[in-house]
């Protein structure tokens, strides 16, 4: 059987066989992306669900002064487009780039449907993907409306310290809602 | 059998006989609140998950300052509780509150995971469910990043009218960041 992080990402939320494994994974395509690449553009019928082997992916959209503005990043196994337009096979309002270079599975919306309805276990395992998800960005958005940008910032360090390390400065004050030059004196003035 | 607006809701997403919906319903157990009361509490357990029959409920926090501060409505058909905690199964982030007299259909962890294991189908219901809200609230954090609070109030005034028209004026501000004075304000600007 072909290996694949998602192996282990899906035996951590369902029981499957080692066949039913095999069967699920010939769903999706792999593909290997530089730094920068675009998977989705915004605008473009958003047909494709990503899940993260390696590296990290970022969704994106331009604000109306021109503003890379970053709403989420997703990092090894981690699932990434925009779920709304993807659900309603609508164009995506968002952009998916690679941060970094990194190894991509890709399911289309039709294909995903087709697998969902072959291996029922799938839904179990999305069921939980996207109440996780749901629930963190409930609390995401709890913090925006009660934390300083400082406090932002250490709580996020604090919880992906390895994220923190590995995102460009200028992305993570995007997600954060930062400038870089704020992000830079923040960082500065934990450290001092 | 027991009528409820949860088993038209179920049908929008998932085939199910007479009987499995009976079967359904039993894991439910039915309430009717008061305006104000609350269903769960901030650092409490988070062991029920909320289905809204009729009224509207809202996920609100107090913030340093003693605020309260809501996070998410939830009207006719709408889920809420703290979805992370309550698939953890630990202490509330959030209180659940009615906004004003609703009926409500509630569920355990317990029962919730009893209820998934004996219909699988509602896997598949929770997972339609999730990802439609989770890609909801992507969108938010889109929208709470690029729009000005008027443009958000504009936006929020054309898709969810009804809504608006129901719900407290200060809930409302607090739901989109304002200060009730500022919203009474735009609302002004707007009319005139």
């Not at 998977?39 to 899940?51: I, M, N, T, V, W």
């Not at 395992?125 to 996780?132: G, L, N, Q, S, V």
């Not at 590995?166 to 954060?176: H, I, M, W």
Request: charged share 25%.
């Amino acid at each position: 059987m072909r290996r694949s992080p998602l192996i282990d990402h899906l035996k951590t939320c369902v029981t499957l066989s080692e066949e039913e494994l095999s069967e699920i994974l010939v769903f999706f395509d792999s593909q290997t992306y530089k730094k920068k690449e675009t998977l989705l553009p915004e605008g473009k019928l958003c047909d494709k669900l990503f899940f993260v082997e390696k590296g990290c992916l970022q969704l994106y959209f331009i604000d109306s002064l021109g503003n890379q503005k970053t709403t989420q990043f997703a990092m090894e196994n981690w699932w990434l487009t925009d779920f709304l337009a993807f659900q309603k096979q609508t164009p995506s309002n968002f952009y998916v780039e690679t941060v970094e270079k990194s190894k991509v599975l890709s399911i289309s919306f039709s294909k995903h449907q087709e697998l969902l309805g072959k291996h029922p276990k799938m839904e179990k395992y999305f069921r939980t993907i996207y109440e996780t998800a749901y629930g963190a960005a409930l609390m995401r958005i709890k913090f925006i409306n009660s934390l300083s940008k400082e406090e932002m910032f250490c709580m996020f360090r604090d919880s992906f310290p390895e994220f923190v390390q590995r995102v460009p400065q200028y992305l993570l004050a995007s997600f954060l809602g930062l400038t870089p030059e704020y992000l830079s004196e923040i960082k500065k003035k934990q450290l001092s």
